[in-house]
């Protein structure tokens, strides 16, 4: 399959930069990376004997680049920040931003979050892709944009959740989706078989796969959640867990 390809490639293409590091000693930049191909930057890190560094622009930024060093810490990650705004018009949504990035022809790993505000919105992008952005990048479905090059990133709250306390017949996936976004079990789960759900950033099409403490969840369309808490079982069985559950995913 073309993605397991994809993925294969992108894991070499990690330890090659985290030997290069290790070679050279001067630190090696990546892409912007999903949290789980993160988890692979860790991997080539210890396997190659490096520091890895990552940044996406904010805290909780969740598409980071990773800088893997050894004696040169990194001081300055390659991207820089757009600001994007929409006068007098309503803010476009996030899949029309994305869509219309990925129109100019430009890769996903060229592209950081995208976070949409009610007044204006922020694109973190590969500093070489940046100025081509902000001169060809004039709309989102239909809504005219107006873009800046800023020379830092803006100082963004990171997301609030709103904890939920809710108790569940067991651990799977669907219980967890359905209590997390007040769905049933049956519409949970067939989320879950359409490969909408990623359970700890990975995309899964099993209803009753396992979810843990700490675990993130998220779900296309829905938002993401984490699981902050299981308690002991009820007296019917049933498991006390506490979730945080955010907005609509950047």
Known sequence: MRGEEDAVQLQHRLDELAARASRTGRPCYTGFLSPAEAEWAFASSRRQRVNVTFEGGYE????????????EEPYAFPFQTLEVTWPHQSAPGHRDMLGSLMGLGLKRALIGDIVILQDRGYVFADEQMAEHISQTLTSAGRIRLQIKLLDEPPALEPPKGTEMH?????????????????????????????????????????????????????????????????????????????????????
């Open 166 to 250: 809710d108790t569940v017949a067991s651990l799977r996936l669907d219980a967890v989706v359905a209590s997390g976004f007040h769905l049933s079990r049956t519409d949970a789960a067939e989320l879950i078989a359409a490969g909408h759900v990623k359970l700890r950033h990975l995309p899964t099409e099993r209803p009753d796969a396992r979810v843990q403490e700490g675990d993130a969840v998220s779900v296309r369309g829905y938002g993401r959640l984490t699981v902050e808490q299981v308690g002991n079982p009820t007296k019917k069985g049933r498991l006390p867990v506490t979730l945080m559950r955010y907005g609509v995913n950047r």
């Open 60 to 71: 909780d930024a969740e598409r980071r680049m990773a800088c893997f060093w050894d004696a």
